[in-house]
Protein backbone atom coordinates (compact mmCIF):
# COMPACT_ATOMS: atom_id res chain seq x y z
CA UNK A 1 0.00 0.00 0.00
CA UNK A 2 2.86 2.51 0.85
CA UNK A 3 3.80 2.39 -2.88
CA UNK A 4 1.10 3.27 -4.52
CA UNK A 5 0.28 5.89 -2.17
CA UNK A 6 3.13 7.31 -2.51
CA UNK A 7 3.01 7.55 -6.54
CA UNK A 8 -0.58 8.88 -5.87
CA UNK A 9 0.74 11.80 -3.78
CA UNK A 10 3.98 12.32 -6.22
CA UNK A 11 1.10 13.12 -9.14
CA UNK A 12 -0.49 15.55 -7.06
CA UNK A 13 2.30 17.61 -6.27
CA UNK A 14 3.86 17.58 -9.60
CA UNK A 15 0.32 18.81 -10.99
CA UNK A 16 0.05 21.43 -8.61
CA UNK A 17 3.81 22.83 -9.56
CA UNK A 18 2.55 22.65 -13.28
CA UNK A 19 -0.27 24.40 -12.63
CA UNK A 20 1.62 27.05 -10.01
CA UNK A 21 4.23 27.64 -12.80
CA UNK A 22 1.68 28.13 -15.81
CA UNK A 23 -0.27 30.91 -13.34
CA UNK A 24 3.14 32.67 -12.44
CA UNK A 25 3.88 32.94 -16.42
CA UNK A 26 0.61 34.35 -16.96
CA UNK A 27 0.83 37.06 -14.68
CA UNK A 28 4.27 37.88 -16.63
CA UNK A 29 2.96 38.26 -19.39
CA UNK A 30 0.43 40.85 -18.30
CA UNK A 31 3.17 42.92 -17.36
CA UNK A 32 3.99 43.34 -20.92
CA UNK A 33 2.17 45.66 -23.30
CA UNK A 34 -1.09 44.90 -24.76
CA UNK A 35 -0.71 42.80 -28.19
CA UNK A 36 -2.69 46.13 -29.77
CA UNK A 37 -0.42 48.26 -28.43
CA UNK A 38 2.52 46.62 -29.93
CA UNK A 39 0.63 46.47 -33.39
CA UNK A 40 -0.71 50.15 -33.35
CA UNK A 41 3.06 51.37 -32.69
CA UNK A 42 4.31 49.34 -36.22
CA UNK A 43 1.24 50.61 -38.24
CA UNK A 44 1.97 53.78 -37.15
CA UNK A 45 5.52 54.57 -36.65
CA UNK A 46 6.67 58.32 -34.63
CA UNK A 47 9.44 59.01 -36.78
CA UNK A 48 10.57 61.97 -34.60
CA UNK A 49 12.69 60.12 -31.69
CA UNK A 50 13.72 56.64 -33.55
CA UNK A 51 14.63 58.63 -36.92
CA UNK A 52 16.43 61.81 -34.81
CA UNK A 53 18.31 59.24 -32.84
CA UNK A 54 19.38 57.36 -35.68
CA UNK A 55 20.16 60.36 -37.80
CA UNK A 56 22.29 61.72 -34.90
CA UNK A 57 24.09 58.66 -34.38
CA UNK A 58 26.63 56.37 -36.72
CA UNK A 59 24.55 53.46 -36.98
CA UNK A 60 27.05 50.65 -36.75
CA UNK A 61 27.02 52.08 -33.07
CA UNK A 62 23.06 51.53 -32.19
CA UNK A 63 22.59 48.21 -30.77
CA UNK A 64 19.67 46.06 -30.61
CA UNK A 65 18.89 47.29 -26.77
CA UNK A 66 18.51 50.76 -27.98
CA UNK A 67 15.64 49.95 -30.83
CA UNK A 68 13.98 47.31 -28.22
CA UNK A 69 13.88 49.97 -25.55
CA UNK A 70 12.63 52.66 -27.67
CA UNK A 71 9.97 50.37 -29.41
CA UNK A 72 8.71 49.27 -25.41
CA UNK A 73 8.81 52.96 -24.12
CA UNK A 74 6.06 53.94 -27.53
CA UNK A 75 4.30 51.12 -27.06
CA UNK A 76 3.21 51.24 -23.69
CA UNK A 77 3.10 55.32 -22.85
CA UNK A 78 0.34 57.39 -24.93
CA UNK A 79 2.42 60.66 -24.22
CA UNK A 80 4.50 61.59 -27.17
CA UNK A 81 8.46 60.65 -26.79
CA UNK A 82 10.77 63.12 -25.08
CA UNK A 83 12.89 65.48 -26.65
CA UNK A 84 16.18 64.61 -26.82
CA UNK A 85 19.04 66.75 -25.52
CA UNK A 86 20.81 67.36 -29.41
CA UNK A 87 17.74 67.63 -31.38
CA UNK A 88 18.62 66.89 -35.09
CA UNK A 89 17.33 68.41 -37.53
CA UNK A 90 14.48 65.87 -39.33
CA UNK A 91 16.17 63.82 -42.15
CA UNK A 92 13.70 64.75 -45.52
CA UNK A 93 13.98 62.40 -48.04
CA UNK A 94 16.33 63.26 -51.28
CA UNK A 95 14.63 64.19 -54.77
CA UNK A 96 17.92 63.76 -56.43
CA UNK A 97 18.64 59.58 -56.97
CA UNK A 98 22.00 60.46 -57.87
CA UNK A 99 22.90 63.14 -55.05
CA UNK A 100 26.54 62.85 -53.71
CA UNK A 101 24.71 62.61 -49.89
CA UNK A 102 26.59 62.01 -46.93
CA UNK A 103 28.03 59.18 -46.22
CA UNK A 104 28.81 58.83 -42.66
CA UNK A 105 28.20 61.33 -39.71
CA UNK A 106 31.21 62.04 -37.09
CA UNK A 107 30.46 63.09 -33.44
CA UNK A 108 33.41 64.63 -32.25
CA UNK A 109 34.53 65.19 -28.62
CA UNK A 110 35.63 68.42 -27.98
CA UNK A 111 37.36 67.88 -24.63
CA UNK A 112 40.91 69.82 -24.38
CA UNK A 113 40.50 71.35 -28.13
CA UNK A 114 41.34 68.36 -30.67
CA UNK A 115 42.70 70.07 -34.13
CA UNK A 116 41.63 68.75 -37.65
CA UNK A 117 42.80 69.54 -41.28
CA UNK A 118 46.45 68.09 -42.10
CA UNK A 119 47.79 71.37 -43.02
CA UNK A 120 48.34 72.33 -39.59
CA UNK A 121 46.97 69.18 -37.53
CA UNK A 122 47.97 66.17 -38.11
CA UNK A 123 47.63 63.71 -34.91
CA UNK A 124 43.64 62.61 -35.66
CA UNK A 125 43.71 61.09 -39.30
CA UNK A 126 39.95 60.32 -39.20
CA UNK A 127 39.16 60.34 -43.01
CA UNK A 128 39.21 57.07 -44.69
CA UNK A 129 40.78 57.46 -48.52
CA UNK A 130 38.00 59.60 -50.95
CA UNK A 131 36.13 61.02 -47.87
CA UNK A 132 35.82 64.53 -47.67
CA UNK A 133 34.71 67.53 -45.47
CA UNK A 134 33.21 70.69 -46.97
CA UNK A 135 33.40 73.59 -45.30
CA UNK A 136 32.58 77.56 -46.04
CA UNK A 137 33.96 80.51 -44.12
CA UNK A 138 33.16 83.83 -43.72
CA UNK A 139 29.46 84.26 -44.36
CA UNK A 140 26.43 84.51 -44.25
CA UNK A 141 26.19 87.06 -46.73
CA UNK A 142 23.42 87.77 -49.17
CA UNK A 143 23.18 85.89 -52.33
CA UNK A 144 26.30 83.63 -52.60
CA UNK A 145 25.14 81.72 -49.19
CA UNK A 146 21.71 81.13 -49.82
CA UNK A 147 23.07 79.66 -53.84
CA UNK A 148 25.61 78.10 -51.61
CA UNK A 149 22.82 76.33 -49.42
CA UNK A 150 20.79 75.61 -53.04
CA UNK A 151 23.63 73.66 -54.55
CA UNK A 152 24.44 71.83 -51.20
CA UNK A 153 20.77 70.95 -50.94
CA UNK A 154 20.58 69.60 -54.55
CA UNK A 155 23.12 67.32 -54.04
CA UNK A 156 21.56 66.39 -50.37
CA UNK A 157 24.88 66.80 -48.38
CA UNK A 158 26.03 68.66 -45.23
CA UNK A 159 28.99 71.25 -44.49
CA UNK A 160 30.58 72.22 -41.93
CA UNK A 161 30.26 76.68 -41.64
CA UNK A 162 32.52 79.02 -40.12
CA UNK A 163 30.40 81.86 -39.96
CA UNK A 164 32.21 85.27 -38.60
CA UNK A 165 30.21 87.04 -35.68
CA UNK A 166 29.78 90.93 -37.15
CA UNK A 167 28.25 88.93 -40.53
CA UNK A 168 26.24 86.89 -38.16
CA UNK A 169 24.91 90.07 -36.84
CA UNK A 170 24.25 91.70 -40.19
CA UNK A 171 22.46 88.31 -41.39
CA UNK A 172 20.91 86.45 -38.71
CA UNK A 173 18.28 85.20 -41.34
CA UNK A 174 20.03 83.93 -43.88
CA UNK A 175 22.74 81.90 -40.55
CA UNK A 176 19.01 80.31 -39.50
CA UNK A 177 18.67 79.48 -43.20
CA UNK A 178 22.28 76.90 -42.96
CA UNK A 179 20.95 75.65 -39.15
CA UNK A 180 17.55 74.72 -40.59
CA UNK A 181 19.18 72.97 -43.76
CA UNK A 182 21.17 70.62 -41.24
CA UNK A 183 24.52 72.21 -41.72
CA UNK A 184 27.26 72.12 -38.69
CA UNK A 185 27.95 75.91 -37.60
CA UNK A 186 31.15 76.63 -35.78
CA UNK A 187 32.34 80.54 -35.83
CA UNK A 188 35.09 82.10 -37.43
CA UNK A 189 36.24 85.34 -34.77
CA UNK A 190 34.19 88.44 -34.43
CA UNK A 191 35.86 90.69 -36.89
CA UNK A 192 38.10 88.38 -38.94
CA UNK A 193 41.29 89.86 -36.77
CA UNK A 194 43.99 88.17 -37.35
CA UNK A 195 44.82 86.73 -34.06
CA UNK A 196 48.33 85.83 -34.56
CA UNK A 197 49.32 89.72 -35.47
CA UNK A 198 51.49 91.68 -32.69
CA UNK A 199 49.18 94.58 -32.46
CA UNK A 200 46.43 91.89 -30.85
CA UNK A 201 47.25 91.63 -26.91
CA UNK A 202 46.05 87.78 -25.55
CA UNK A 203 42.95 89.42 -24.32
CA UNK A 204 41.83 90.80 -27.74
CA UNK A 205 42.73 87.61 -29.66
CA UNK A 206 40.38 85.62 -26.71
CA UNK A 207 37.63 88.69 -26.92
CA UNK A 208 37.47 88.14 -30.44
CA UNK A 209 37.30 84.39 -30.20
CA UNK A 210 34.36 84.55 -27.63
CA UNK A 211 32.51 87.36 -29.04
CA UNK A 212 32.68 85.93 -32.17
CA UNK A 213 30.89 82.78 -30.57
CA UNK A 214 27.98 84.52 -28.90
CA UNK A 215 27.52 86.45 -32.20
CA UNK A 216 26.52 83.29 -33.83
CA UNK A 217 24.31 81.64 -30.73
CA UNK A 218 22.56 85.29 -30.79
CA UNK A 219 22.03 84.85 -34.69
CA UNK A 220 20.71 81.65 -34.51
CA UNK A 221 18.82 81.35 -31.02
CA UNK A 222 20.80 78.25 -30.31
CA UNK A 223 24.24 77.35 -29.10
CA UNK A 224 26.57 76.22 -32.10
CA UNK A 225 29.29 74.09 -32.42
CA UNK A 226 32.50 74.22 -30.32
CA UNK A 227 34.12 74.34 -33.76
CA UNK A 228 36.81 77.28 -34.36
CA UNK A 229 38.72 78.63 -37.47
CA UNK A 230 41.21 81.31 -37.52
CA UNK A 231 40.95 83.52 -40.08
CA UNK A 232 43.80 83.19 -42.75
CA UNK A 233 44.41 80.14 -40.98
CA UNK A 234 46.49 82.16 -38.43
CA UNK A 235 47.11 80.33 -35.47
CA UNK A 236 48.45 81.77 -32.70
CA UNK A 237 49.61 79.12 -30.09
CA UNK A 238 48.24 81.31 -26.86
CA UNK A 239 44.97 81.30 -28.45
CA UNK A 240 45.37 77.81 -29.14
CA UNK A 241 45.99 76.82 -25.80
CA UNK A 242 43.08 78.90 -24.70
CA UNK A 243 40.85 77.17 -26.59
CA UNK A 244 41.93 74.46 -25.31
CA UNK A 245 40.83 74.91 -22.34
CA UNK A 246 37.36 75.77 -23.29
CA UNK A 247 36.84 72.80 -25.26
CA UNK A 248 36.70 74.24 -28.69
CA UNK A 249 38.40 72.14 -31.58
CA UNK A 250 40.36 74.30 -33.95
CA UNK A 251 39.67 73.62 -38.48
CA UNK A 252 42.20 73.99 -40.20
CA UNK A 253 42.23 72.20 -43.37
CA UNK A 254 43.74 69.81 -45.94
CA UNK A 255 43.61 71.67 -48.94
CA UNK A 256 42.75 75.37 -49.66
CA UNK A 257 40.20 75.91 -52.82
CA UNK A 258 41.98 79.41 -53.31
CA UNK A 259 38.47 80.93 -53.62
CA UNK A 260 39.14 84.32 -52.53
CA UNK A 261 41.98 85.44 -54.86
CA UNK A 262 41.16 88.29 -56.78
CA UNK A 263 41.75 86.45 -60.25
CA UNK A 264 39.75 83.64 -58.97
CA UNK A 265 36.32 82.45 -61.00
CA UNK A 266 34.24 79.68 -60.80
CA UNK A 267 36.30 76.81 -63.59
CA UNK A 268 39.49 77.70 -61.14
CA UNK A 269 38.21 76.98 -58.22
CA UNK A 270 36.89 73.48 -59.41
CA UNK A 271 40.31 72.72 -60.90
CA UNK A 272 42.48 73.82 -57.98
CA UNK A 273 40.10 71.78 -55.56
CA UNK A 274 40.30 68.56 -58.13
CA UNK A 275 43.83 68.68 -58.44
CA UNK A 276 44.15 68.53 -55.10
CA UNK A 277 41.73 66.24 -53.67
CA UNK A 278 42.53 63.94 -56.55
CA UNK A 279 46.55 63.47 -55.48
CA UNK A 280 45.76 63.76 -51.62
CA UNK A 281 42.76 61.60 -51.94
CA UNK A 282 41.30 62.91 -49.06
CA UNK A 283 40.86 65.58 -46.91
CA UNK A 284 38.96 69.08 -45.23
CA UNK A 285 37.89 71.53 -48.21
CA UNK A 286 38.42 74.94 -47.24
CA UNK A 287 35.86 77.38 -49.24
CA UNK A 288 34.26 80.68 -48.66
CA UNK A 289 30.58 81.01 -48.93
CA UNK A 290 31.33 84.99 -49.01
CA UNK A 291 32.40 84.09 -52.11
CA UNK A 292 30.57 84.59 -55.34
CA UNK A 293 32.70 82.52 -57.25
CA UNK A 294 32.72 79.59 -54.98
CA UNK A 295 28.67 79.15 -55.08
CA UNK A 296 28.95 79.16 -58.87
CA UNK A 297 31.62 76.53 -58.54
CA UNK A 298 29.47 73.92 -56.32
CA UNK A 299 27.21 72.74 -58.53
CA UNK A 300 30.01 71.71 -61.01
CA UNK A 301 32.24 71.01 -58.20
CA UNK A 302 30.13 68.66 -56.44
CA UNK A 303 29.33 66.95 -59.25
CA UNK A 304 33.04 66.08 -59.97
CA UNK A 305 33.13 65.20 -56.61
CA UNK A 306 30.22 62.47 -57.52
CA UNK A 307 31.68 61.52 -60.46
CA UNK A 308 35.29 61.11 -58.86
CA UNK A 309 34.08 58.58 -56.34
CA UNK A 310 34.18 60.78 -53.41
CA UNK A 311 32.18 60.64 -50.47
CA UNK A 312 31.10 63.32 -47.83
CA UNK A 313 31.46 63.17 -44.23
CA UNK A 314 29.26 65.49 -42.00
CA UNK A 315 31.27 66.44 -38.69
CA UNK A 316 29.08 67.53 -35.97
CA UNK A 317 30.21 68.49 -32.08
CA UNK A 318 28.91 65.97 -28.99
CA UNK A 319 28.19 68.64 -26.61
CA UNK A 320 27.26 72.17 -27.86
CA UNK A 321 28.80 75.40 -27.26
CA UNK A 322 29.02 76.70 -23.92
CA UNK A 323 29.25 80.60 -24.65
CA UNK A 324 30.40 82.64 -21.40
CA UNK A 325 27.42 85.28 -20.24
CA UNK A 326 29.30 87.80 -20.24
CA UNK A 327 30.29 88.28 -23.78
CA UNK A 328 26.12 87.14 -24.47
CA UNK A 329 25.00 89.97 -22.29
CA UNK A 330 27.57 92.70 -23.99
CA UNK A 331 26.73 92.26 -27.26
CA UNK A 332 23.09 92.49 -26.38
CA UNK A 333 23.94 95.76 -25.10
CA UNK A 334 26.08 96.84 -27.92
CA UNK A 335 23.18 95.86 -30.67
CA UNK A 336 20.94 97.69 -28.96
CA UNK A 337 22.82 100.97 -29.14
CA UNK A 338 22.71 100.43 -32.71
CA UNK A 339 19.54 102.38 -34.40
CA UNK A 340 16.37 101.09 -33.85
CA UNK A 341 14.87 99.48 -36.82
CA UNK A 342 12.36 98.10 -35.11
CA UNK A 343 9.63 101.12 -35.36
CA UNK A 344 7.18 101.04 -38.32
CA UNK A 345 7.86 104.28 -40.37
CA UNK A 346 4.31 106.01 -39.53
CA UNK A 347 5.75 106.20 -35.53
CA UNK A 348 8.99 108.02 -36.85
CA UNK A 349 7.60 110.30 -39.49
CA UNK A 350 4.27 112.06 -40.05
CA UNK A 351 2.55 114.57 -42.35
CA UNK A 352 1.64 117.25 -40.14
CA UNK A 353 0.79 119.28 -43.11
CA UNK A 354 0.66 119.05 -47.17
ZN1 LIG B 1 38.03 83.79 -43.16
Excluded at 287 to 312: C, I, N, S, W
Aim: proline share 7%; glycine share 6%.
Amino acid sequence: MRNPLGLILGCVVAAVMIAAGWLFATSLRGDQPAPQAMAAKAASPQPSASSAKLASRDSTNLTKDDLDITGSLSGVQAAPPAPLALPAPQKSACANPDALGVARVVEIDTTGGPGFGFEHFKQLDFLVDKEVVLSFDDGPWPGSTPAVLKALDDECTKALFFPIGKHATYHPEILRQVLAAGHTIGAHTWSHANLNSKKLSEQQAKDEVEKGFSAVRMALGTAPSPFFRFPELQHNPSTMTYLGTRNIATFSCDLDSFDFKRDSNADKIVNTVMTKVDKLGKGIILMHDFQKHTAEALPTLLRRLKAGGYKVVQMKAKTPMQTLPQYDEALLKEMKVQPASTRPVSSVVQTVSQ
